[in-house]
């Protein structure tokens, strides 16, 4: 906590305090200039009117076994509801987001159980958060809100790939609690956030989590650089308190008007002083050619090494994931996404087939049918 008051003093300190640096360099004066010229534009910040958007998506799947990652679990050679959603926002000096969702995806990826696994509300609320812009390069956000770690999100319309990955999978899907963004300069931008439990809506594990993010955009060019660390377990007389950090680093380059590539890794550790440290590591390279502005066609191909048997119980394992999947635009924001996925794992067991048979390969064929409006 006191690491985020401390970055939000500091903001506030230099937009409002008259800070003069050495009038020999050149390379501060800038620096103050642009700053002072960003943060005196307290009324700049436009309001837009309320925005009223959302989606639905279903799909059918076949193949040997489930996937092992989220928002596909539907049984063999059958049609699968996936999300519909409704999102209602204002954006401004003060805004809002509200954005409902139901369906199988919204349950695996919202949490809203109770201590009987029954859905409750809560399970309806993808997003819901409140902004404040004191300056044009400066807002809070306060409520829960999808994660900021990760390439691939839960809205199946802003993917590529229908199924998701192994990193998206494993990572936080979002977070509770209250961040700053910070415009550092016109290129670079930074977040601080502090957080409850991870994926959860109410706090169950003392302590709070912080989240850090560092942007850099340019053009046809971004990339991220997030941390997200906290307690995992609190001490019991059973078993000895847990800790859990997270790096993430995305990057995504328009090359042409048609060819784009993406690139994610991450690493995740839970440490204790009496078992050690257990993690899993990963990383994945996307890549997309639009052929015509009704056909594009995805590439994801993701490596994952689970030495500790972290996700799958299975020590010393690695698992390769290569999934193509085609975007067919057509008519009125309707797309149709049909979709082969490989996997294939070191050990055996990573896969369990839809007659309990242990594999350590899989494959499967979607389509999904995605509406945005």
């Known amino acids: 906590m006191r690491i985020f008051y401390s970055a939000v003093c500091l903001f506030v300190f230099v937009s409002l305090a008259n800070i003069s640096f050495a009038q020999d360099d050149v390379l501060q004066e800038s620096l103050v200039s642009r700053f002072k010229q960003r943060w005196s534009k307290q009324d700049s910040v436009p309001e837009s ?24 679990g539907g049984t063999n050679n059958s049609f699968s509801l996936g999300m519909a959603n409704l999102i209602l926002s204002k954006e401004g000096k003060v805004g809002f987001v509200a954005d409902l969702a139901f369906g199988p995806r919204a349950e695996g990826a919202n949490g809203g159980f109770d201590a009987d696994g029954k859905v ?3 399970t309806a609320i993808k ?18 809100f999808s994660t900021f770690y990760g390439y691939e999100l839960i809205d199946a319309p802003l993917n590529v790939n229908y199924s998701t990955s192994y990193l ?27 957080f409850g ?12 989590h912080l989240g850090a993010q560092l942007s850099y955009i340019n053009g046809n060019f971004s990339t991220y650089l997030n941390y997200l660390g906290g307690r995992f377990a609190e001490e019991t007389e059973d078993s000895p308190e847990i800790m859990s950090s997270q790096f993430d680093i995305t990057a995504s380059f328009q090359a042409t008007e048609k060819f784009g590539l993406g690139f994610n890794a991450a690493m995740r550790t839970l440490s204790s002083d009496d ?3 257990s ?17 594009l066609f995805g590439v994801r191909a993701e490596t994952i090494n689970d030495k500790d048997g972290f996700l799958f119980g299975k020590v010393d394992n690695n698992i390769f994931a290569l999934t193509l999947s085609g975007n067919v635009t057509i008519a009125n924001n309707l797309r149709l996404i049909p979709e082969l ?33």
């Open 49 to 72: 009117p309320l925005v009223i958007r959302g989606a639905v998506d279903a799909y059918f799947l076949s193949g040997k076994a489930p996937l092992p990652t989220s928002f596909t």
């Open 120 to 122: 409750t509300t809560l």
């Open 127 to 144: 997003q819901l958060y409140v902004t404040y812009a004191p300056f044009e390069a400066l807002k809070f956000t306060l409520g829960n």
């Open 168 to 194: 998206f999978s494993y990572g936080p899907f979002f977070h509770t609690g209250v961040k700053a963004n910070v415009a550092l300069s016109d290129k670079f931008g930074a977040m601080i956030g502090v």
């Open 197 to 208: 439990d991870t994926d959860t809506k109410i706090d169950v594990v003392k302590g709070q």
């Open 275 to 277: 078992d050690g440290d």
């Open 279 to 295: 993690s899993w590591s990963g990383a994945a390279l996307y890549a997309k050619y639009a052929f015509s502005d009704s056909f």
């Open 341 to 373: 996925r490989f996997d294939s794992a070191k050990a055996s067991g990573t896969f369990t087939s839809y007659s309990d048979e242990a594999l350590k390969a899989n494959s499967v064929f979607l389509l999904a049918a995605v509406y945005s409006f």
